[in-house]
């Protein structure tokens, strides 16, 4: 991930373990439908979501591209690839395609590669994404904003990816609940619904049209 930022977690040490914990964990997912906060997608409790960008729903270990390099280095998208899968999501949902490609993991992981959006092999530079289209991205940073402002920002149709699983996973924030502190995600990874704003431990944000 980016260098010049300037968070209390190693997003390296995240992205190389995001798919490492689904090894782990995705037998508890389906067996239990809840992950550190976070419930699968058969609940039915929560019935005031509010939804205002519709995106596609990208899994990073989708066969079309789960075995493919991320960077230059052995690992696949589908080991580490949850951040730059959710980038993928926001750039699909806003129509803003790759190198004339529509956006996907795929197409996204190659144009990174090769457009310095990796470093130290597999660790995304965040800001390298608005090189796609800078006069349709603009990269906002990381913030720590409250439950109101997440809201306002999604009203707004920016993007927002959540970092979450204490930091070892990333997933593309898509709506929120109106009684609760609970944001709507499409995860890449696993088959989570919504985490709970309390289980958040990042926040990042693109402007995207």
């Given amino acids: 991930d980016s260098q010049i930022r300037h968070e209390p977690v190693n997003h390296n040490l995240s992205e190389m373990k995001c798919l490492l914990l689904v090894l782990a964990v995705v037998a508890i997912a389906f067996a239990d439908g809840d992950i550190h906060g976070g419930s699968n997608t058969n609940d039915k409790s929560l019935l005031n979501e509010t939804v205002p960008f519709r995106y596609p729903l990208f899994k990073q270990c989708n066969g079309a591209w789960a075995n493919n390099h991320m960077g230059r280095t052995s690992d696949t998208i589908c080991r580490v690839g949850c951040l730059m899968s959710s980038v993928a999501m926001a750039l699909n949902g806003h129509n803003i395609p790759v190198d004339g490609h529509a956006a996907d993991p795929a197409v996204l992981n190659t144009w990174l590669t090769y457009h310095g959006g990796y470093v130290q092999g597999d660790d995304l530079v965040e800001s390298a994404v608005a090189r796609v ?30 970092e979450v699983l204490g930091g070892h996973h990333f997933v593309l924030v898509t709506g929120y609940d109106n009684t609760e502190s609970n944001f709507y995600v499409n995860d890449p990874g696993y088959n989570t619904a919504y985490y709970h704003y309390n289980t958040v431990v990042g926040w990042m944000m693109y402007t995207m049209n």
Wanted: proline fraction near 10%; hydrophobic fraction near 40%; glycine fraction near 4%.
């Fill in 133 to 162: 289209n800078p006069s349709r991205i603009r990269w906002q940073g990381f913030s720590h904003p409250s439950p109101e402002q997440v809201k306002a920002a999604l009203r707004a149709h920016t993007v927002v990816i959540a």
